[in-house]
């Protein structure tokens, strides 16, 4: 949609954010050369956590130090080397990685414009429960699942559900007409961005179009809920935070 005269689909409020791909502004990230870096969504916005899309020109790479944060990388489409530690491989399109807090990491030999997701957070550490280890995956393997049975809309689990790890990270896809079977109110924050198709997302009172690229963040509490429409289905990746004290 052309964004002329002024208008926009976007909209930033207390408790939600709809950000479009007309919006992005590039910004420096130490780390990151020979890229575009779009923070999208971060502290500054009221979240908990970040998340950027990188886009790679030639040359281009990310090489990020230790540090008390974790990181979860999703390549939307080119191919690169990313190494976490020791632990080093290849990814290209619909693959990801996971690099836990107080591990360095890299995307290095990366193929021009290259696109990906990172999100970002401080980990909380639980108890009695060792650190989450380094993991390289591709999508393509995880299996699907009826979302409460429902076989129009299908969830793919990327991280393990272990007290472990402080973040989840998955992918949601429906076939036109899926949709959440009912408005979700919870205590964990969302990070989205959508990976094909196109639908509408209600976030508390106000109803959205949304399309490849769109991004949404949910902050705790935020009244959701989302249809697929159109005659594709529909997609996207979503973070969220789990698995730690209420208070």
């Given at each position: 949609m052309p964004e002329l005269f002024g208008h926009t689909r976007a909209r930033v409020a207390a408790r939600h954010a709809l950000l479009t791909p007309h919006n992005h502004v590039g910004s420096a990230v130490p780390g990151?050369?020979?890229?575009?870096a779009v923070v999208l969504i971060n502290e500054a916005m009221g979240a908990k956590f970040a998340q950027l899309l990188v886009t790679f020109q030639a040359g281009g790479q990310a090489v990020l130090p230790a540090g008390a944060g974790q990181t979860f990388g999703y390549l939307?489409?080119?191919?690169a080397t990313v190494s976490i530690g020791a632990q080093k491989g290849k990814v290209s399109a619909g693959w990801y990685f996971y690099a836990p807090a107080g591990s360095a990491w890299s995307l290095t030999d990366v193929a021009p414009d290259t696109r990906v997701t990172l999100f970002q957070k401080k980990y909380v550490p639980l108890a009695g429960t060792p650190a989450p280890a380094a993991i390289i995956a591709d999508s393509a393997l995880v299996p699907g699942t009826p979302f409460l049975g429902d076989p129009a809309a299908n969830l793919q689990v990327l991280l393990p559900d272990s007290p472990a790890f402080d973040l989840a990270v998955n992918v949601f896809a429906y076939q036109p007409g899926g949709h959440l079977p009912f408005v979700e109110i919870h205590v964990m924050e969302h990070g989205?961005?959508?990976l094909g198709g196109q639908g509408v997302y209600r976030l508390e009172d106000s109803w959205y179009p949304v399309e490849q690229g769109d991004v949404i963040w949910m902050g705790p509490f935020c009244p959701q809920?989302?249809?697929?429409?159109?005659?594709?289905?529909?997609?996207?990746?979503?973070?969220?935070?789990?698995?730690?004290?209420?208070?």
């Open positions: 990151i050369t020979g890229a575009t939307h489409g080119g191919a989205l961005i959508m809920w989302f249809v697929a429409m159109g005659k594709t289905p529909a997609s996207y990746l979503y973070y969220k935070d789990v698995n730690r004290a209420a208070l």
